[in-house]
């Protein structure tokens, strides 16, 4: 069955310290990974994607994701946070005959204390 | 990019009232757009895809005449909750695929709240 596992529900960083939320799928074909950002009440933002090619890729507001098919992860990742940071992170993977159809984790919380 | 804009952003109806919510694609045309649901605390989950010119297809356990979709054209599709009630209060996000299908475009999601 295709599905997306975020086990951390909750993480508190303290602000300029590095981030890494986890993420791993199962999913039967090449899968289209992606991360959001959600901020209460909010709609979704897409901060980055991965499709081919390098397994490192880079997004918007500083944050980075490495692809490793060997563990069916996607963690994503950020060296200093900030505390504009604190937000509903959310991964999600989907395919290329599943037409923009996604299948989310649970996601996860971030709180950054000063 | 491209921009889907969903409309209300909030609502609060009466138990046993109709809402709908209106998803656009704005600069692209859209065959096919998804509905999400979203409870507080939880994952989005998705509901239904939306086709245009033809039915929508529901996921498993979503109540099909009470969540009616229709996918008038090319740039629109929309959500009513027929019915509703306290239980429906939620948080609905349409999404739209992009020209090649391989990700997706979200709306800003819907806040209904049914008293």
């Known amino acids: 069955a295709q599905s997306v596992t975020q086990p951390d529900i909750h993480i508190t960083v303290s602000e300029g310290a590095s981030l890494e939320l986890r993420c791993n799928y199962s999913y039967g074909a090449t899968p289209y990974l992606f991360w959001y950002v959600q901020s209460p009440g909010q709609g979704l933002q897409l901060l980055l994607k991965y499709f081919s090619g390098d397994t490192l890729v880079q997004g918007i507001k500083g944050f980075e994701a490495e692809f490793k098919r060997s563990q069916s992860s996607f963690n994503l990742r950020k060296p200093s946070v900030h505390w504009s940071d604190a937000a509903e992170y959310f991964c999600a993977v989907g395919g290329y005959n599943q037409g923009g159809k996604l299948i989310f984790g649970q996601g996860t919380e971030l709180s950054v204390k000063p | 990019g491209a921009v889907v804009s969903q409309h209300p952003s909030r609502v609060i109806c009466k138990s046993g009232t109709s809402v709908k919510i209106e998803c656009r694609s704005l600069d692209f045309q859209a065959t096919t757009m998804f509905w999400y649901r979203q409870f507080p605390k939880q994952s989005l989950m998705l509901m239904a895809t939306s086709n245009e010119g033809s039915k929508a297809t529901y996921e498993q356990g979503v109540e099909k005449d009470k969540f009616l979709i229709n996918h008038a054209s090319l740039t629109l599709s929309t959500l009513t909750v027929t019915s509703a009630h306290p239980e429906d209060s939620s948080f609905y996000i349409c999404?739209?695929?992009?020209?090649?299908?391989?990700?997706?475009?979200f709306g800003q999601g819907t806040r209904l709240t049914v008293v």
């Open positions: 999404s739209a695929p992009g020209t090649l299908a391989t990700e997706a475009f």
